[in-house]
């Protein structure tokens, strides 16, 4: 959990980088040492999500529509990960209670 977080936050970084930078097109494209940054393994995670993407030349660009794809689809997964522990924890509460001595 505490490594896909900081991979998570690390990732967060690098597009924040490649925004300054304006690197979002193929035609504004820059390479790794014009950014400032060193690929490892939160930027492979963006570039297996075509988040991270290269027209060649060793140029990247950040593509803004995947970027915001792969947010949401971690907002919900968060949401339902909470929703889970939420009816998981109502389940539990529900079954201690019927299980008391002299429950209704």
């Known amino acids: 959990m505490v490594i896909s977080t900081v991979m998570m936050l690390r990732?967060?970084?690098?597009?924040?980088?490649f925004e300054r930078s304006a690197a979002t097109t193929a035609a504004t494209a820059c390479t790794v040492e014009q950014l400032g940054l060193k690929?490892?393994?939160?930027?492979?995670?963006?570039?297996?999500?075509?988040?991270?993407?290269?027209?060649?030349?060793?140029r990247w660009f950040l593509d803004?529509?995947?970027?915001?794809?792969?947010r949401r689809r971690r907002h919900r997964i968060a949401l339902a990960v909470v929703a889970g522990v939420l009816?998981?924890?109502g389940l539990l509460?529900?079954?201690?209670?019927l299980s008391r001595?002299?429950?209704?």
């Open 11 to 17: 990732q967060r970084a690098i597009v924040r980088v």
């Open 64 to 70: 803004v529509a995947n970027w915001q794809r792969l």
């Open 87 to 89: 009816v998981l924890l």
């Open 39 to 58: 690929p490892g393994m939160a930027w492979y995670g963006l570039v297996s999500h075509a988040v991270l993407r290269c027209p060649g030349e060793g």
């Open 101 to 104: 001595p002299g429950a209704p």
């Open 93 to 97: 509460i529900v079954a201690g209670t």
